[in-house]
């Protein structure tokens, strides 16, 4: 049983960078795959980026790779996302989720899922 808890959302202009946290609680996510998704008003939740346990392995939407950045610290019990070079189409409640091993880029892998964190980019 792992409880996630996202933060860090907010309203930032178009090429803006935002940071956001996740914080797990009940059981040590130094084993999971954790990942990060999104939903966008009138769309259906889709993938953002992942990350293997260890780190040893990170995944990302491809219009995501080169401007979002997943980061963890097991010491911690947390997950990060920092985004930059923000779009307006990047609106959308945000989700760090938690996994088995081998968990990747579909969101039917993970087992636990935050309550989201609204993330609007507009001018």
């Known amino acids: 049983q792992v409880q996630l808890v996202e933060s860090g959302g907010g309203l930032v202009q178009p090429g803006g960078s935002l940071r956001l946290s996740c914080a797990a609680s009940?059981?040590?996510?130094?084993?999971?795959?954790m990942g990060w998704f999104r939903r966008a008003p009138g769309k259906e939740r889709e993938f953002v980026t992942a990350?293997?346990?260890?780190?040893?392995?990170?995944y990302y939407a491809s219009s995501m790779k080169g401007r979002f950045t997943i980061s963890r610290d097991n010491a911690k019990n947390s997950v990060y996302l920092q985004m930059n070079s923000l779009r307006p189409e990047d609106t959308a409640v945000y989700y760090c989720?938690?996994?088995?091993?081998?968990?990747?880029?579909?969101?039917?892998?993970?087992?636990?899922w935050g309550q989201g964190t609204q993330v609007t980019v507009s001018s």
């Open positions: 990350m293997s346990g260890s780190g040893a392995n990170t």
């Open positions: 009940g059981r040590t996510i130094s084993t999971y795959t």
């Open positions: 989720a938690a996994g088995a091993p081998y968990s990747t880029r579909s969101l039917n892998e993970y087992y636990y």
